[in-house]
């Protein structure tokens, strides 16, 4: 069975920046395109980022210019370096697989608040 734990969320203001990690057990990464996922309060879960097998990256409109997805191989982690945090990004983080969805993990907890 896959895990996959989120790491690096926290209580931040606006303006400040974020750096979360994914590491996975129980399956090689760099064989799949993955990404990050998000989910606020009363809201659907929705993709903000993306990255292929090849390290092409996609990315919510929402999130453009801000946030940047990358993968490590060697340590088989994914990461979402996010700048410029607004408070519509406040929500719980997920990393998956971006086609073909693994157990979701617990998520990390990012709040963008003043």
């Known amino acids: 069975q896959v895990q996959l734990v989120e790491s690096g969320g926290g209580l931040v203001r606006p303006g400040e920046s974020l750096r979360l990690s994914c590491a996975a057990s129980?399956?090689?990464?760099?064989?799949?395109?993955m990404a990050w996922y998000r989910q606020a309060p009363g809201k659907q879960r929705e993709l903000v980022a993306s990255?292929?097998?090849?390290?092409?990256?996609n990315y919510a409109d929402s999130v453009k210019g801000r946030f940047t997805i990358s993968r490590d191989n060697a340590k088989n982690t994914v990461h979402l370096q996010m700048n410029s945090l607004k408070p519509e990004d406040t929500a719980v983080y997920y990393c998956?697989?971006?086609?073909?969805?693994?157990?979701w993990g617990q998520g990390t907890q990012v709040t963008v608040s003043s």
């Open positions: 998956n697989r971006q086609y073909h969805w693994y157990r």
């Open positions: 129980g399956s090689i990464l760099r064989s799949y395109a």
């Open positions: 990255i292929t097998t090849g390290g092409s990256t």
